[in-house]
Antibody, heavy 121, light 107 residues
Framework: EVELVNSGGGVVRPGGSLRLSCVVS????????MTWVRQVPGKGLEWVST????????DYADSVKGRFTISRDNAKDSLYLQMNSLRVEDTAFYYC??????????????WGQGTLVTVSS | EIVMTQSPATLSVPPGERATLSCRAS??????IAWYQQKPGQGPRLLIY???TRATGVPARFSVSGSGTEFSLIISSLQSEDSAVYYC?????????FGQGTKVEIK
């Protein structure tokens, strides 16, 4: 059974940092691109960042470019999102999601349960 | 960035009736569109993508139509478990933008 488990969310002050993790199981992690998507509570979905199957290519939304870093450890079946210089507007649920292919812009066929990041003074 | 616009914001349909959700792209995305279902407290669930590929376990009552800039998700006979918010997403170009969602209610 495919499973993606998010962790690492919490409350942080503006300007602070957090590192989100996503541990997967039930499939060959290194065969798929992975993405972080966020959702402000009660609002819509926003694509944040994508990393290809081997970690050699990354993309970021303009809203997080230069502040967030996506990475993966295929040996540990894990995806990460390092979030620095956090802003109030980064407050959201963060989901990791599996793309249907190793690279490129794709639909997401499996999602984590989400982890809430709250940026507040 | 391609902007995806969904309508209506809320759709109230009696059980057993047909529900049609619309999604419009600000420029052509060919057939590179996906539809997701999200229930309260859960992550999104992929329903259908491309011309008509259903994700694993998705019932046949869910179908899609359209190409280019105008798309529809059709639920042929609405069931109580279909009450949710539905999102379209284009994956023709980076970033893969989402629509703002349509909430489907059972009347």
């Amino acid at each position: 059974e495919v499973e993606l488990v998010n962790s690492g969310g919490g409350v942080v002050r503006p300007g602070g940092s957090l590192r989100l993790s996503c541990v997967v199981s039930g499939f060959n992690f290194e065969d798929f691109a992975m993405t972080w998507v966020r959702q402000v509570p009660g609002k819509g979905l926003e694509w944040v960042s994508t990393i290809n199957w081997r970690g050699s290519h990354t993309d970021y939304a303009d809203s997080v470019k230069g502040r967030f870093t996506i990475s993966r450890d295929n040996a540990k079946d894990s995806l990460y999102l390092q979030m620095n210089s956090l802003r109030v507007e980064d407050t959201a649920f963060y989901y990791c999601a599996r793309g249907i292919a190793p690279a490129g812009t794709n639909p997401f066929d499996y999602w984590g349960q989400g982890t809430l990041v709250t940026v507040s003074s | 960035e391609i902007v995806m616009t969904q309508s209506p914001a809320t759709l109230s349909v009696p059980p057993g009736e047909r529900a049609t959700l619309s999604c419009r792209a600000s420029e052509s995305v060919s057939s590179n569109i996906a539809w997701y279902q999200q229930k309260p407290g859960q992550g999104p669930r992929l329903l259908i993508y491309g011309e008509s590929t259903r994700a694993t376990g998705v019932p046949a009552r869910f179908s899609v139509s359209g190409s280019g800039t105008e798309f529809s998700l059709i639920i042929s006979s609405l069931q109580s478990e279909d009450s949710a918010v539905y999102y379209c997403q284009q994956y023709n170009d980076w970033p893969g933008s989402f629509g703002q969602g349509t909430k489907v209610e059972i009347k």
